[in-house]
């Protein structure tokens, strides 16, 4: 049975999942339909600095996820290697959901470059560093907890030295999946992000439930220092790097990242444990669709459907049009969870099927 402790695990998790999303697709119309003379503009660098955070999110809770799958397997007594498969196969369905979804866009974005279906997006980079980290299924979750630790740290730093090195000899595809660019979703630095949320997700596992509030206090205290600690490194006149850009590849920015993840986190556990509780949450909801949430708003915001929308909006009309959407989002996302119940409901109001057949005389 599910007890009160471990519902509150999956709503916090659920909760700051939907955060994301809400800040994904305010960054996204924000991106696609603000005019290009009002970009210079706070509300335009506040929303995309802002916007930063979803990929980030999205893959260290995919780490989580990933660590409790590791530690279930662990715990029904699958062997190693087993036990590494299984989370192999994870990899696979993201990479079989990531081609779809290109197929999908490079469909309906006609006439489009065949290079389009391999671009790495962000579901790509789940696939890929699901691949590479699935070997830590091998160690015990207590293990797992710190290794991935390091991982995480590893990728982070080394992020730098593997934008400097030569790659040329590389077919592009390849490259993408492995090197800094702006442009796409590399394994350097992003997969930091799931390696963190793999310790993460570890350390959830491994701790008794009652010990989860202090593991969240302690959460928000390593978070925040993190921040102050990144900021601080960031300003200093030098650095251990030849050459090093913050937004692309610097540790200092992909820890800062983490460190707002980890209060974000805090906050969320705090808030559904002795806030919103048991009650419906419009975040939270956006959260356990995630997935469809990002699929569709995609295509309607970067395709053809509300082309007349395109850089053509001023900041107070696309602060509407992120409303609009997210009220969409909200709206398909509570019919796929909810379309069972309204679905009985119609039936049950005489709606949609038609009037209850009833029995007559002589039948």
């Known amino acids: ?50 916007g930063g955070m979803p990929p980030a999110i999205f893959l260290f809770l995919t780490g989580v996820t990933l660590a409790f799958l590791m530690d279930t397997t662990e715990r029904k007594g699958l062997p190693p290697w087993e036990r590494m498969t299984t989370a192999f196969r994870r990899s696979g369905y993201l990479f079989f959901l990531a081609f779809a979804f290109r197929i999908q866009l490079w469909a309906f974005s006609q ?26 299924a091998l160690f015990r979750t ?20 593997i934008s400097q090195m030569d790659w040329s000899g590389l077919p592009w595809m390849v490259r993408q999946y492995v090197i800094p660019d702006y442009r796409f979703f590399g394994f350097f630095p992003w997969a930091a992000y799931l390696a ?30 993190l921040i102050l600690a990144c900021q601080y490194v960031a300003g200093l006149p030098y650095s251990i ?18 460190g707002v993840m980890l ?14 509780k048991d009650g419906w949450s419009w975040v939270r909801q956006l959260g356990t669709t995630s997935l469809l949430v990002y699929w569709v708003h995609i295509e309607l915001v970067y395709g053809r459907w509300l082309w007349f929308f395109k850089n053509g909006l001023t900041v107070l009309q696309t602060v509407v049009a992120a409303l609009s959407l997210i009220l969409l989002m909200l709206a398909i996302s509570t019919l796929k969870t909810e379309r069972h119940r309204l679905v009985a409901m119609l039936a049950d109001l005489g709606w949609w099927f038609g009037p209850k057949p009833e029995r007559v005389p002589g039948d």
Not at 198 to 212: C, K, L, N, V
């Open 1 to 50: 049975m599910k007890t009160k402790t471990s519902s509150y695990r999956l709503q916090y998790l659920d909760w700051v999942r939907g955060l994301g999303a809400v800040i994904m697709l305010q960054g996204h119309v924000f991106d696609s339909f603000l005019k290009p003379d009002q970009r210079d503009g706070g509300p335009f660098v506040l929303s995309q600095f802002v």
């Open 111 to 136: 006439p489009a470059p065949w290079t389009d279906l391999f671009r790495v997006d962000v579901l790509n980079c789940m696939g890929f560093a699901i691949a590479v980290l699935s070997v830590m």
């Open 142 to 161: 207590v293990e797992r907890a710190r290794l991935c630790a390091i991982l995480g740290l590893a990728i982070a730093f080394a992020a730098p030295l």
């Open 196 to 225: 963190f949320g793999m310790s993460a997700g570890s350390i959830i596992r491994a701790i008794p439930q009652e010990a989860t509030e202090r593991a969240m206090q302690w959460a928000a205290i390593v978070g925040g220092g």
């Open 241 to 258: 790097y030849a050459k090093s850009e913050y937004w692309l590849n610097s540790p200092a920015q992909i820890l800062t990242k983490q």
């Open 263 to 276: 209060l974000v986190l805090a906050l969320a556990f705090l808030w559904t444990r002795y806030g919103a």
